[in-house]
C-alpha cells in the first residue's frame, strides 16, 4: 500500500521560531489534508492541498505532487501551535485518508 | 467540531462487553467513515461509507460493525469487546460529490479492561 513518512517526528521550538515540517509520499495521491491535532485530541484541518501552495496567517503549505512531497509552514511560532501535525493523503477510488505518523511540537514560551 | 458529533465522548467497557459508538452529522455529506488512533500514531481507517446502505472495510475493520441506514447515522458496533480495542476512535465526513476535505469529530476515547 501507499507509504506515508513524516519528518521531524518531533520538534522543539522556542516562540517566535519558524519551521518546516515534511511529508513524502510513496504513490500518486487524489488529494492531501494537514491537521493540527491539539492537546485536548481535536483535529483541526489545516489545509486541503492537492498541488501547489495556500496559506492562512502564519502557516502555509506547499503540495509538489510530481516530486510527492507536501511542506508546512509555521512562522513566528505560539505555545497554542503545540500538538501533532498530521499529514493525510486520499488515495484510491473511494478518496480513503491515510495518515502520516505526524510531527509533535512542542513550544515553549 | 461543528457538524459532526460522536457520542459517548469517554466510555469503560469490560472485556466481552458490547456497546455501539455513535456518530451524526447535519451536512448532509454522502462520505462517513471511522478511524481509530493509538498512542504515537496516526489515525487507521476502520469501515467506510459511501451513501445510505452501503458500507466496506478499512485497514483494521476486525471485531467492528457498521451500518448505514440513514445519510446522517453511521453507528460502529463492537460485538464482544477485547483489549485491543482500547483506543480513541473518531468519526469524519466528506461530501463525495464536490472536491472538500474530511471533516473530523471530537472522537471518542474508550478504555477496555
Known amino acids: 500500500g501507499i507509504q506515508v513518512e513524516q519528518s521531524p517526528p518531533d520538534l522543539i521550538l522556542q516562540e517566535g521560531a519558524n519551521s518546516t515540517l515534511r511529508c513524502n509520499f510513496s504513490d500518486s495521491v487524489n488529494n492531501l489534508q494537514w491537521f493540527h491535532q491539539n492537546p485536548w485530541g481535536q483535529l483541526i484541518n489545516l489545509f486541503y492541498i492537492p498541488s501547489g501552495t495556500k496559506q492562512n496567517g502564519r502557516l502555509s503549505a506547499t503540495t509538489v505532487a510530481t516530486e510527492r512531497y507536501s511542506l508546512l509552514y509555521i512562522s513566528s511560532s505560539q505555545t497554542t501551535d503545540s500538538g501533532v501535525y498530521f499529514c493525510a493523503l486520499h488515495w484510491g477510488a473511494t478518496n480513503k485518508l491515510i495518515f502520516g505518523t505526524g510531527t509533535l511540537l512542542a513550544v515553549q514560551p | ?113
Open chain 2, 1 to 113: 467540531n461543528a457538524g459532526v458529533t460522536q457520542t459517548p465522548k469517554f466510555q469503560v467497557l469490560k472485556t466481552g462487553q458490547s456497546m455501539t459508538l455513535q456518530c451524526a452529522q447535519d451536512m448532509n455529506h454522502e462520505y462517513m467513515s471511522w478511524y481509530r488512533q493509538d498512542p504515537g500514531m496516526g489515525l487507521r481507517l476502520i469501515h467506510y461509507s459511501v451513501g445510505a446502505g452501503i458500507t466496506d472495510q478499512g485497514e483494521v475493520p476486525n471485531g467492528y460493525n457498521v451500518s448505514r441506514s440513514t445519510t446522517e447515522d453511521f453507528p460502529l458496533r463492537l460485538l464482544s469487546a477485547a483489549p485491543s480495542q482500547t483506543s480513541v476512535y473518531f468519526c469524519a465526513t466528506r461530501d463525495s460529490f464536490s472536491n472538500q476535505p474530511q471533516h473530523f469529530g471530537d472522537g471518542t476515547r474508550l478504555s477496555i479492561l
